[in-house]
């Protein structure tokens, strides 16, 4: 203890609450979530919405998220700090920028879903890995990290009405509808899995290592 604060470690036993988080799952109604329409999102952001299969988002959230933690823990520690040429991230600076960006996202839905219409800032993602310390983490507390951010999406998202879901707001200078931001953070989990399997665990990434 120091300054009277209990100095805690970045990840905080995500598994002891998944017992509960089971069980309160169990008990939520969800909506189906049809896909939005192209005057919903930024033109940048459709290659994102184009890998979401299907027209249920919650259950594509729900349902990545296996598939994405068992690729991420395929990853041995030692080569967590592997990055596939000079500049670029590594694999846990990778997974630090999944997890800012479904934060950045979710929140964004937080805001546009409750009716606030205060426009809202972009954010620069290099400057942003340039300023954590991501490297300085175990790969495993990032994907323990990684993986308690979905679940709290998935709450916030299972909790919202149909009029919620069709709400917009102003994010980085373009309107967004909430619903089309779910389907960001699906496509964007999508995008960089697909980036961690071709560029870094790929045979040919790791021959030229």
């Keep these: 203890m120091k300054n009277g604060f209990v100095n805690v470690g970045r990840a905080v036993t995500a598994a002891r609450f998944r017992p509960k988080v089971k069980e309160m799952n169990s008990e939520m109604t969800t909506l189906k979530i049809n896909r939005p329409d192209e005057t919903e999102y930024q033109a940048y952001y459709g290659k994102y919405v184009s890998l979401v299969q299907g027209d249920d988002i919650v259950a594509a959230l729900s349902g990545q998220i296996s598939e994405t933690l068992a690729l991420l823990r395929s990853v041995p520690e030692s080569q967590?700090?592997?990055?596939?040429?000079?500049?670029?991230?590594?694999?846990?600076?990778?997974?630090?920028?999944?997890?800012?960006?479904?934060r950045i996202f979710a929140y964004r839905a937080l805001r546009f879903a409750r009716n606030d219409r205060t426009p809202l800032p972009g954010f620069e993602q290099d400057d942003y890995i340039r300023h954590a310390s991501f490297d300085a983490c175990s790969l495993g507390?990032?994907?323990?990290?990684?993986?308690?951010?979905?679940?709290?999406?998935?709450?916030?998202?299972?909790?919202?009405d149909a009029e919620a879901w069709r709400r917009r707001g102003v994010a980085s200078e373009n309107e967004v509808s909430v619903r089309a931001l779910a389907y960001i953070i699906a496509g964007h989990e999508l995008h960089h899995a697909g980036v961690l399997r071709d560029r870094y665990l790929s045979p040919s990434a790791a021959q030229s290592s």
């Design 80 to 102: 967590a700090g592997f990055r596939y040429a000079d500049g670029k991230w590594s694999i846990k600076e990778l997974v630090g920028h999944m997890i800012d960006g479904e």
């Design 141 to 160: 507390d990032l994907i323990a990290e990684f993986e308690s951010v979905r679940q709290s999406t998935l709450f916030l998202f299972r909790h919202l």
